[in-house]
């Protein structure tokens, strides 16, 4: 046949001279060295971090969900399958300041690092970098989302597939787990279930390879797997009202598609520019020649990582889906933002741990496949070292700066003894942040005409609110209840409504990283 099986047993990584393996109690006490050293500068680049809506937002899900099912029924709403949310739960039963899930989140994190230090077959300096960089560092730890519990249980997958034949169980339960993460998750985990799937008909039911002795188990496995994969896309089938995000893009246009394919570089080079709005940005993007050659490059990646995989099938399958997965969900549904990109670096670098472990074919070409790979080390080197300048530059900038102002203008309103006042939110989005800090249990919003805590993305609440509407609602809430209403403004009230409606300004809250979650408080008294 045209391709031949070499080994069906995991490559000595001693013949990958650039990575040599080292699984003693050095890498032990490397590993924890490193995520020590991670969870001091975490835990400072945590508690420096004002949390915004999105992570406000879980919280108040998983706080305000009476039971399980109505979490998964709120949950229809977020576009997101609901594990994290489901951590959360118990986390809310304990507290309902949201600080605890900061610290869960950076645990969730240092995990992975642990996991990552001990039992990727890179070399040390790498797995320093990768600790340090980006998207481990700040991305998926400073900042508390669903997606570092999608690196946990990826990086868990990496360390179980060495022996995967022997531990498919575990394999399925990983990625019935990983499925429910996020919709980028989802992708990926649906990637290697194809590229398992392949891997194993090939070389048991093709190549007569003893694989395995328990083939029930492996079936088993692959059941698990599909049973993530289609409750996770039945979790993520919206419902008839759903508000956000709801159109598709399947017109074939030639600059879109180039434009997705930039957002490579975006993921492989995160290095955000040394400013207060640093999220986000990224410094190359305003060098004239890099833009020259941005398109190109990307091109370039994704075709050398297809040549480097040619001779480890599993490795190539899963690589390409993943990765036309992604930019693919990128161009017809959500274009997202860095936190979403970064899945693409994950890919490559999984992809990349478990090519050591891959079985490997025989190609009449395969030394361009050799080829590849000999400029990994190098070009690896490269984009980790990018990666832990993106990351320093953000824990720096975030540190320094106010990411959102609702931290401070809830710790504003409990200074006032105002916590408990009837309250109208101009945006519900940036008010749900306030909130969470304030620990409250609704407040008003426009959007919606309703209380509330979390956001409900229903097509209730896409109904126009302009400053006039705010303050009649206001007014309105103000006789119904006969109290005094805060309303958190968004952006400054025109001086003839304060007048007519006799306001009174409190205070602004202004300047920070989000533009979106700047405040601005009014006191509509009784007269």
């Not at 229903?458 to 005094?484: F, W």
Request: charged share 15%.
């Amino acid at each position: 046949m045209f391709l031949q099986f070499y080994s069906q047993t995991p490559i000595p990584q001693t013949k990958e001279p650039d990575f040599p393996p080292r699984q003693d109690k050095r890498d032990l006490y490397y590993a924890i060295g490193i995520t020590t050293l991670f969870l001091i500068v975490g835990g400072y680049g945590a508690a420096h971090h004002e949390m915004w809506r999105d992570e406000i937002q879980a919280w108040l899900l998983a706080r305000d969900s009476t039971s399980v099912f109505d979490l998964l029924a709120n949950m229809k709403y977020e576009g997101h399958p609901p594990l994290w949310h489901l951590c959360l739960m118990p986390l809310t039963r304990i507290t309902h300041s949201p600080i605890i899930m900061q610290v869960f989140h950076l645990l969730i994190a240092a995990t992975t690092v642990f996991l990552f230090t001990r039992y990727a077959p890179f070399h040390w300096i790498h797995k320093f970098l990768f600790a340090f960089g980006y998207f481990a560092l700040y991305e998926y730890a400073i900042i508390a989302r669903n997606y570092a519990l999608g690196l946990l249980l990826i990086t868990i997958f990496c360390v179980l597939y060495r022996e995967r034949y022997k531990r498919f169980v575990w394999i399925g339960i990983v990625l019935i787990l990983l499925s429910h993460t996020s919709v980028h998750a989802l992708i990926i985990a649906i990637s290697i279930g194809v590229a398992l799937m392949a891997e194993y008909l090939y070389f048991y039911c093709c190549k007569k390879e003893a694989l395995t002795e328990n083939r029930q188990l492996v079936w088993l496995g692959f059941v698990l797997i599909g049973i993530g994969i289609v409750t996770a896309i039945l979790q993520l089938s919206p419902p008839s009202d759903y508000g956000f995000a709801v159109g598709w893009n399947f017109k074939f246009k030639i600059e879109r598609i180039n434009n997705i394919t930039k957002i490579m570089t975006q993921a492989l080079l995160p290095f955000p520019k040394a400013v207060v709005g640093f999220w986000g940005s990224n410094r190359f993007n305003n060098n004239g020649l890099f833009q020259l050659v941005r398109l190109p490059l990307c091109y370039l990646i994704f075709f050398w990582c297809v040549f480097r995989f040619l001779k480890r099938p599993t490795a190539l399958v899963t690589y390409f889906m993943a990765t036309v997965g992604l930019l693919a969900f990128f161009y017809v549904k959500y274009g997202g933002s860095i936190r979403h990109h970064g899945f693409l670096f994950i890919t490559f670098v999984f992809t990349s741990w478990i090519y050591y472990d891959c079985p490997e074919v025989e190609l009449p070409f395969g030394r361009i496949s050799d080829l590849a790979q000999k400029c990994f080390g190098p070009v690896f080197t490269v984009l980790l070292i990018v990666n832990f300048l993106g990351g320093m530059t953000a824990i720096r900038m975030d540190s320094q700066h106010v990411f959102s102002n609702a931290k401070r203008t809830a710790e504003y309103i409990k200074e006032q003894g105002m916590q408990d006042m009837l309250m109208l939110g101009h945006r519900d989005p940036p008010a749900s942040t306030i909130v969470g800090y304030l620990e409250k249990d609704r407040m008003f919003y426009p959007h919606g005409t309703r209380f509330g805590s979390f956001v409900r993305w229903d097509m209730a609440r896409r109904n126009t609110v302009t400053n006039e509407i705010i303050v009649m609602l206001s007014k309105m809430l103000h006789n119904q209840y006969d109290q005094d209403v805060l309303i958190i403004a968004n952006y400054a009230l025109d001086v003839e409504l304060i007048e007519q409606y006799q306001l009174i300004f409190l205070e602004s809250f202004t300047g920070g990283t989000l533009g979106s979650e700047y405040y601005h408080l009014y006191l509509h008294k009784i007269n």
